[in-house]
């Protein structure tokens, strides 16, 4: 059993940086992928980035590429989420995940549903003001 708590979410304006954390306690098998996900108002969850545990390998989705970048700590058992150059409609409850197995991470497709993760955290709220 995992579980997931993100904080770090806040009001900032537009090109403003925010930086995200997802603990989790349990233990991460080096066999897990974790994700960050995201939904606006109105709107269906969306895949923002992955990481694999055990190598670090990641995925971006393209809206965020170049300004999002995700990373782990192995040792805390911690996910982040650094956000530079934030816009408006990045305006979202951010929501940390985790995948049990990593086999198909490469696979964008695989890694980007959120019907993969088994564990999800509570969410943390990004407000971006223009």
């Known amino acids: 059993q995992v579980q997931l708590v993100e904080s770090g979410g806040g009001l900032v304006q537009a090109g403003g940086s925010l930086r995200l954390s997802c603990a989790a306690s349990g233990r991460i098998l080096s066999n897990y992928a974790m994700g960050w996900f995201r939904q606006a108002p109105g709107k269906e969850r969306e895949f923002v980035a992955g990481i694999r545990w055990s190598s670090g390998e990641t995925l971006y989705a393209d809206s965020v590429k170049g300004r999002l970048t995700i990373s782990r700590d192995r040792a805390k058992n911690t996910v982040y989420l650094q956000m530079n150059s934030l816009k408006p409609e990045d305006t979202a409850v951010y929501y940390c995940?985790?995948?049990?197995?990593?086999?198909?991470?490469?696979?964008?497709?695989?890694?980007?549903?959120?019907?993969?993760?088994?564990?999800w955290g509570q969410g943390t709220q990004v407000t971006v003001s223009s």
């Open positions: 995940a985790a995948d049990t197995q990593d086999y198909f991470f490469r696979d964008y497709s695989y890694t980007a549903a959120a019907n993969n993760y088994e564990y």
